[in-house]
């Protein structure tokens, strides 16, 4: 069907900056969203940020720090990630809303990068 892979996970120091990408593959006929989530350990997956036909979305805690950007031609989004924290630790997972032919829209998900914050 479709497939979600995301990458550019890994420790990184406070402060720091991170960037990830996730790759959609597979029967595309158009995105309609994609967001990433982020599950820091022992909570809830929680939206981060997102585009889609409402808009760019960014959650007040990486306002400012993060951006997220779409490139509909390589079915990519990634996520660049400045300005780090203890706080975002966990692992970020690749959201999509997909239509996969003329009339069906159907939501996917990445299986997740972690990503460590230290110091």
């Known amino acids: 069907q479709v497939q979600l892979v995301e990458s550019g996970g890994g420790l990184v120091q406070a402060g720091g900056s991170l960037r990830l990408s996730c790759a959609a593959s597979g029967s595309i006929f158009q995105i309609n969203y994609m967001g990433w989530y982020h599950q820091a350990p022992g909570k809830r997956r929680e939206l981060v940020a997102s585009e889609g036909s409402g808009g760019t979305y960014y959650a007040d805690a990486v306002k400012g720090r993060f951006t997220i950007s779409r490139d509909n031609a390589k079915a990519t989004v990634d996520l660049q990630m400045n300005s780090m924290e203890f706080g975002d630790t966990g692992v970020y997972y690749c959201?999509?809303?997909?239509?996969?032919?003329?009339?069906?829209?159907?939501?996917?998900w990445g299986r997740g990068t972690l990503v460590t914050v230290s110091s």
């Open positions: 959201n999509a809303n997909v239509r996969t032919d003329y009339y069906t829209d159907e939501e996917f």
